[in-house]
Nanobody, 126 residues
């Protein structure tokens, strides 16, 4: 059974940092792109950052460029999101996702991801 599990959410003051981690299991995922998306209250889920299965290609939403960094362990299906200089507008539930198909460049659209975690809450207070 495929499982995608996030960890590392929490509450932090503006300007602070958090690191989110995600592990996919249940099948071989080390050659799949992975990514992070978020959903704030009353808003649609949006793209945050994605990374290729090699860890070489990365894409970031404009709103997080220069503040967030995505990385991936080559040995397994673990992806991390280092979030620095957090702002109140970063408050959301953050979801980890795994590409529908292996061995391709990472996409930024939600529909291209077939496996999702339950999400982890990130709250940034001003």
């Amino acid at each position: 059974q495929v499982q995608v599990e996030e960890s590392g959410g929490g509450s932090v003051q503006a300007g602070g940092s958090l690191t989110l981690s995600c592990t996919a299991s249940g099948r071989t995922f080390n050659n799949y792109a992975m990514g992070w998306f978020r959903q704030a209250p009353g808003k649609e889920r949006e793209f945050v950052a994605v990374i290729s299965w090699t860890g070489v290609t990365k894409h970031y939403a404009d709103s997080v460029k220069g503040r967030f960094s995505i990385s991936k362990d080559k040995a397994d299906s673990t992806v991390r999101l280092q979030m620095n200089s957090l702002k109140p507008e970063d408050t959301a539930v953050y979801f980890c996702a795994v590409d529908r198909y292996p061995v391709r460049l990472p996409e930024t659209t939600i529909g291209e991801y077939g496996y999702w975690g339950q999400g982890t809450q990130v709250t940034v207070s001003s």
